[in-house]
């Protein structure tokens, strides 16, 4: 059972290539050069295109099932941040409420974090690089504060690289660290 993943960059350009030949004569396939995006094009991948794309004919002739998966939206980051059991914000939250800390991430602060690994080209595998250099050094910092219960992530922290909001227990609010 061989199962391969990855980004294969360059295959759509592959496929387009083939798929737009034309022929010459009546019984020739006109095919135009549409506006088709590369998740399109991917889903017709055929095993000469793989060829064509570099890999062994051996190899491919050991793929019998060609599955293509489309790009993640910004939704469905979002989604990946916030919903599975073990979501990124949920084991971020729990660590903070080791030190008796409310950590809650703002909607727009959740949109802002998708985009931004959109923008990187890294999908849900850059979520956590965000994350982590966000709360860094508020993470570090939190031991040795004092009576703070809530630390806020918004916009702010993402776009602009603003510190945090931590929220005292006393409810004044202070950002940074």
Same mark, same amino acid.
């Given at each position: 059972? /061989?199962?391969?993943?990855?980004?294969?960059?360059?295959?759509? &350009?592959? %496929? =387009?290539?083939? @798929?737009?030949?034309?022929?010459?004569?009546?019984?020739?396939?006109?095919?135009?050069?549409?506006?088709?995006?590369?998740?399109? !094009?991917?889903?017709? #991948?055929?095993?000469?295109?793989? %060829? &064509?794309?570099?890999?062994?004919?051996? /190899? #491919?002739?050991?793929?019998? #099932? #060609?599955?293509?998966?489309?790009?993640?939206?910004?939704?469905?980051?979002?989604?990946?941040?916030?919903?599975? =059991?073990?979501?990124?914000?949920?084991?971020?939250? &729990? !660590?903070?409420?080791?030190?008796n800390v409310e950590l809650e991430f703002r909607p727009n602060a959740l949109r802002a974090i998708a985009r931004k690994a959109l923008a990187r080209k890294t999908g849900a =595998?850059?979520?956590? @690089? %965000? %994350?982590?250099?966000?709360? !860094?050094?508020?993470? /570090?910092?939190?031991?040795?504060l004092q009576n703070v219960s809530k630390v806020v992530v918004d916009e702010g922290c993402i776009t602009a690289e603003a510190p945090p909001l931590l929220i005292y227990a006393?409810?004044? &609010?202070?950002?940074?660290?």
């Amino acid at each position: 059972l /061989f199962i391969c993943g990855g980004a294969f960059g360059g295959l759509d &350009k592959v %496929i =387009r290539d083939r @798929s737009d030949r034309s022929g010459i004569g009546f019984g020739a396939q006109v095919v135009s050069k549409d506006g088709r995006d590369a998740n399109q !094009l991917l889903a017709g #991948v055929e095993p000469e295109d793989l %060829i &064509k794309f570099g890999l062994i004919p051996e /190899f #491919v002739g050991r793929l019998p #099932v #060609v599955a293509t998966l489309e790009e993640l939206h910004e939704d469905a980051l979002v989604r990946i941040l916030t919903e599975p =059991r073990n979501a990124l914000t949920r084991q971020y939250q &729990k !660590l903070f409420s080791m030190e008796n800390v409310e950590l809650e991430f703002r909607p727009n602060a959740l949109r802002a974090i998708a985009r931004k690994a959109l923008a990187r080209k890294t999908g849900a =595998r850059g979520l956590r @690089s %965000i %994350i982590e250099h966000v709360l !860094l050094d508020t993470m /570090f910092s939190l031991p040795s504060l004092q009576n703070v219960s809530k630390v806020v992530v918004d916009e702010g922290c993402i776009t602009a690289e603003a510190p945090p909001l931590l929220i005292y227990a006393d409810q004044h &609010k202070v950002a940074g660290v």
